[in-house]
């Protein structure tokens, strides 16, 4: 199994930038689908963006469309989220997951699709 780790939290003002990495290591080959979600202190895990190894192909949920970019670098394992024109609405742990079977696709994307995560990012956006 992969394992996976995000680094590129921090603190920023609203309507800054910052770029999240996710590095994985193992069986990098377990991984197909990569997907960055986040969650909110007392709010359920959301969603945010995801990206398929075989094809390239992405998804955004409608709440970061426009405003985050994933992408991903194959020779180094790691998969970034560019996050700019960030709101207070954006704060959270960011956590990316990985699953070998996922495809992303146009659908919402759930967490109980993705087998492996890292521990999380915290993400803080001020007003």
């Known amino acids: 199994q992969a394992q996976l780790k995000e680094t590129g939290g921090g603190l920023v003002q609203s309507g800054g930038s910052l770029r999240l990495s996710c590095a994985a290591s193992?069986?990098?080959?377990?991984?197909?689908?990569i997907g960055w979600f986040r969650q909110a202190p007392g709010k359920e895990r959301e969603g945010v963006s995801c990206?398929?190894?075989?094809?390239?192909?992405?998804y955004y949920a409608d709440s970061v469309k426009g405003r985050f970019t994933i992408s991903r670098d194959p020779v180094k394992n790691t998969v970034y989220l560019q996050m700019n024109s960030l709101k207070p609405e954006d704060t959270a742990v960011y956590y990316c997951?990985?699953?070998?079977?996922?495809?992303?696709?146009?659908?919402?994307?759930?967490?109980?699709?993705?087998?492996?995560w890292g521990q999380g990012t915290q993400v803080t956006v001020s007003s």
């Open positions: 193992g069986s990098t080959l377990d991984v197909h689908a």
């Open positions: 997951a990985g699953d070998p079977d996922y495809y992303c696709s146009d659908y919402e994307l759930k967490a109980t699709d993705f087998g492996s």
């Open positions: 990206i398929n190894r075989s094809d390239g192909s992405t």
